[in-house]
Antibody, heavy 119, light 107 residues
Framework: QVKLVESGGGVVQPGKSLRLSCAAS????????MHWVRQAPGKGLEWVAT????????HYVDSVKGRFTVSRDNSENTLYLQMNSLRAEDTAVYYC????????????WGRGALVTVSS | DIQMTQSPSSVSASVGDRVTITCRAS??????LAWYQHKPGKAPKVLIY???SLQTGVPSRFSGSGSGTHFTLTINNLQPEDFAIYYC?????????FGGGTKVEMK
């Protein structure tokens, strides 16, 4: 069955970096677009980034452009989110999610990784 | 950016009720809309995509309709497991955006 497992979350000081990983299994990872979506405490869902199957088509929400980098290793079935220059407002649970049939919807989600940016 | 506005922000309902949630887009998104259910501590779950297509495994008491800028999610015969927060999401263009959420609470 499809499984997505995020790791790499934790507490980090403002201005520092963190890299999230999402290990995928149970499907042909290399042919699917993948996304990162986050939820700040007490807030709703916010899309963060998308990377298409071959890794060449990438999009970001404006608030993370220039600071976050999404990438993937199709040989390792793993999605990444490199987060630099972290801010307090980046504090959230970060979910990786699989794309549904190229439609920019999210059909399978991980359980999430909590990132807390605090001094 | 396309803004998605959900209403109501919360609704109190009883088991067996029909619940309707509305989502409005700030511009025409044709039928590029999905609905998700989210329970605390769990991964969100897609219910409906492309406005009215029921995701595999989702009960038929969930249905979606609309086009352009006005969309609805209807839950017929509300069940205990349906108490959750529901989000709409537009997939017409980047940045992908969600509505603010509707909490379905027990009356």
């Amino acid at each position: 069955q499809v499984k997505l497992v995020e790791s790499g979350g934790g507490v980090v000081q403002p201005g520092k970096s963190l890299r999230l990983s999402c290990a995928a299994s149970g499907f042909m990872f290399r042919i699917y677009g993948m996304h990162w979506v986050r939820q700040a405490p007490g807030k709703g869902l916010e899309w963060v980034a998308t990377v298409w199957s071959d890794g060449t088509n990438i999009h970001y929400v404006d608030s993370v452009k220039g600071r976050f980098t999404v990438s993937r290793d199709n040989s390792e079935n793993t999605l990444y989110l490199q987060m630099n220059s972290l801010r307090a407002e980046d504090t959230a649970v970060y979910y990786c999610a699989r794309d549904l049939d190229g439609g920019h919807y999210f059909d399978y989600w991980g359980r999430g990784a909590l990132v807390t940016v605090s001094s | 950016d396309i803004q998605m506005t959900q209403s109501p922000s919360s609704v109190s309902a009883s088991v067996g009720d029909r619940v309707t949630i509305t989502c409005r887009a700030s511009q025409d998104i044709t039928t590029w809309l999905a609905w998700y259910q989210h329970k605390p501590g769990k991964a969100p779950k897609v219910l409906i995509y492309a406005t009215s297509s029921l995701q595999t495994g989702v009960p038929s008491r969930f249905s979606g309709s609309g086009s352009g800028t006005h969309f609805t999610l209807t839950i017929n015969n509300l069940q205990p497991e349906d108490f959750a927060i529901y989000y709409c999401q537009q997939a017409n263009s980047f940045p992908l955006t969600f509505g603010g959420g509707t909490k379905v609470e027990m009356k």
